[in-house]
């Protein structure tokens, strides 16, 4: 018997004693006066006991049979489901194998066979938290993720994340690299889908982010000229959008926090799906995971007011989200990019062109466009100029090889060794003059 039990206990006998009311007695106990009725027949006849609820000990109506607990333990004991929570896995019993359960009934039964187990909370560090910006469109978080996403199962891949700071509406594509091109086509796909946003939140990484060159001595001031912006940082400018830049992980956590999600559910989704290409996992990101989270975590604005700009006829995305260099045009109207010589169509010459500078985009699609002011230009990829043979040079002589003296010299040599001399004081008392 519990204290609650014995609580009222003592309530049922003080009413049945008339010591006070049955009213009195059923808002002790918290219960209507009709069943402090049912309570106190009940105590006249089994005694103290009454007061315990009569399915205490017994099993309930609602537990699963043991041979579906045993399924579902058998179910989740499959690699395919390794790793799986209680909650993600009650979801997929529900959707592939039409076995629903609660995520706490289940989260017992994986706990009990080994299949789960229980973490207590930690303590984590306190940051100061940003409150979400009001309205869709406003801010949106970008970044990559470098994670196995695949499992092993295929090439390694990342995963672009563009999440909304106002809704947590996520915009994701996998991709192969890590780079300026990829980047660009994750942005054109968020721009031809949602529209353009006021300013885009990211680290600050050499795709968003020129390094800046310090002075050698720091002694030593030094005026630091404004460093050119990145291909990146040029496309955002060119489509009117800003740029924030992120001075600690922690400040975009809404982005590294979905990152965490992802590698939680997303991973084990594919893994159940088998999924081991680009292609699948971006079908699979498409049609499932963002959906799903779309669906579920995103949160309702501040303010419905949607901040995203239409894309305007005269920004020409092909041009903006391309990879932009600036050249000179030679004396005979050709222009050098990437090691290649490309020639100005003839009716495209103007005056001034010759010796100006020209605006080289090259695109996403693999194309070369070149741009005069607001003019583009027809050109054509020249033959390599045909380098000229480098003269022969003339052989070496050669040298004799140098022969062992024959018997004749060495006793030649050996003659003249062997004469003798006058003695050097002598020699030198000779009077040159008379021997003239």
């Not at 000990?57 to 790793?83: C, D, F, M």
């Not at 404004?226 to 001075?247: C, F, M, N, V, Y």
């Not at 939680?264 to 594919?270: A, F, T």
Request: charged residues 30%; proline residues 5%.
């Amino acid at each position: 018997m519990t204290q609650r039990d014995r609580d009222r206990l003592v309530v049922l006998k003080k009413a049945q004693k008339k010591l006070i009311t049955q009213e009195q007695a059923a808002s002790e106990m918290g219960v209507t006066v009709r069943q402090v009725r049912r309570l106190l027949q009940r105590l006249k006849k089994e005694g103290d006991k009454a007061v315990i609820h009569r399915l205490r000990g017994r099993p309930s109506n609602r537990k699963l049979a043991g041979k579906t607990r045993e399924k579902i333990v058998r179910i989740l004991s499959g690699e395919i489901y390794r790793g799986f929570g209680p909650t993600l896995a009650s979801e997929y019993l529900a959707e592939k194998h039409a076995l629903t359960i609660g995520r706490e009934a289940l989260r017992r039964i994986m706990m009990g066979a080994g299949l789960w187990r229980g973490r207590k909370q930690k303590i984590e560090a306190v940051h100061q938290w940003r409150q979400r910006r009001s309205c869709r469109g406003e801010l949106v978080q970008w970044d990559t993720s470098t994670h196995e996403w695949l499992e092993g199962r295929g090439e390694t891949i990342y995963l672009i994340h563009m999440i909304d700071d106002a809704t947590s509406q996520l915009t994701a594509r996998f991709v192969r690299h890590d780079s300026t091109e990829e980047n660009m086509r994750a942005l054109r796909i968020y721009l031809e889908r949602r529209g353009r946003p006021v300013a885009f939140y990211t680290d600050k990484a050499s795709l968003f982010q020129t390094a800046p060159k310090s002075p050698r001595y720091a002694g030593v001031p030094r005026d630091q000229p404004e460093s050119p912006p990145t291909q990146i940082g040029r496309a955002l400018r060119e489509a009117a959008i800003a740029w924030i830049p992120a001075h600690s992980a922690q400040a975009k956590g809404r982005v590294e926090r979905s990152f965490q999600t992802a590698q939680d559910r997303l991973v084990k989704g594919m893994r159940v799906a088998g999924v081991a290409t680009l292609e699948q996992a971006n079908r699979y990101l498409d049609e499932e995971f963002v959906p799903w989270w779309n669906q579920h975590l995103v949160v309702a604005p501040a303010n419905s007011t949607d901040a995203h700009r239409p894309l305007e006829t005269s920004c020409d995305l092909n041009a903006v989200l391309s990879v932009v260099e600036t050249r000179q045009v030679s004396s005979d109207y050709t222009v050098r990019f990437q090691g290649k010589i490309y020639q100005i169509a003839r009716q495209d010459v103007r005056p001034g062109l010759r010796g100006g500078h020209v605006r080289v985009e090259a695109r996403l699609d693999g194309t070369l466009h070149v741009r005069s002011q607001d003019r583009y230009l027809s050109i054509q990829e020249c033959l390599p100029r045909p380098r000229p043979a480098p003269a022969p040079r003339p052989a070496a002589a050669r040298r004799s090889r140098s022969q062992k003296p024959t018997e004749a010299a060495r006793q030649s040599h050996a003659g003249i060794a062997a004469r003798g001399g006058i003695p050097v004081w002598k020699a030198a008392q000779i009077d040159v003059t008379r021997m003239a």
